[in-house]
């Protein structure tokens, strides 16, 4: 799939099912694409990063939850199966630092 494809997916399809799902726990839901600074296509080994941010633990853990309802884990992962190689998709906690005064 081009990366152009790969896109048009996501925000026309799959990130519908994310809004639909994150919604009810989530403060933002973004989705960040790649673009080389040189303009070179080249392989990498992602095409976009997806965040959520939550107000809380217990809004994340809430929204996790509801994701391994069997009706919406098959939702997810059928659609998932269209646009990723599911077996490369990771998930990481991000915790964020910010300098006081630049």
């Known amino acids: ?3 152009e494809d ?15 799902v994150i919604a009810p726990y989530a403060l933002r839901y973004v989705r960040r694409y790649l673009s080389p600074l040189d303009g070179e296509d080249r392989d990498c080994d992602f095409d976009v990063v997806m965040e959520i941010d939550f107000a809380d633990e217990e809004a ?3 929204f996790f939850n509801a ?6 884990a098959q939702r997810i ?13 990771r998930s990481f906690r991000l915790d964020r630092e910010e300098t006081s005064q630049l």
């Open 1 to 3: 799939m081009s990366r």
């Open 6 to 20: 790969f896109r048009d997916y996501y925000e026309n399809h799959h990130r519908l099912i994310g809004e639909d």
């Open 60 to 62: 994340m853990s809430q």
């Open 67 to 72: 994701i391994s309802d069997p009706n919406i």
């Open 77 to 89: 992962s059928e659609d998932e199966a269209k646009l990723f190689d599911t077996d490369r998709i």
